[in-house]
């Protein structure tokens, strides 16, 4: 269950963004996530819409996601490869068995849209 903290600490960052900017609207989020990441991008989007439900701030703003390449070693065969896929095969022997980098990050927020408002 922790995208719950992941999801807060990225509406905490966006906030910070938009107080910077004095926005009065977040309209969109840019999300990396790599293959690191135990958890789903539906999930982060689950708890987005659940904690920014009364948030006026982040009323309709949209989450986008892109995939960064992470290091990655297959268990099988101890080849090491860069993959940028949740749920690789190990390019060697086809094993799905593969690990990728434990100390890679999961998701980062990337950029904030936001708009001024009137
Ligand atoms: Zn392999």
């Known amino acids: 269950m922790h995208e719950l903290g992941i999801t807060q600490g990225i509406i905490d960052r966006a ?7 004095e926005a009065g609207k977040v309209t969109d989020l840019y999300l990396a996530m790599t293959p690191a990441a135990d958890f789903t991008f539906e999930s982060i989007e689950m708890y987005f819409e659940m904690l920014t439900e009364d948030d006026e701030l982040f009323r309709g703003a ?3 996601l892109e995939w960064l390449p992470v290091a990655a ?10 993959t940028d896929v949740p ?3 190990c390019p060697q022997c086809g094993s799905t068995a593969v690990r990728p980098d ?3 990050p999961m998701v980062q927020l990337t950029d904030v849209g936001v708009d001024e408002g009137d």
Do not use: M
Request: with cysteine.
């Open 15 to 21: 906030r910070d963004v938009a107080v910077a900017n």
């Open 102 to 104: 434990p100390t890679a």
């Open 87 to 89: 749920h690789p095969l």
């Open 62 to 64: 949209a989450l986008h």
């Open 73 to 82: 070693t297959c268990l099988r065969c101890g080849s090491e490869f860069s």
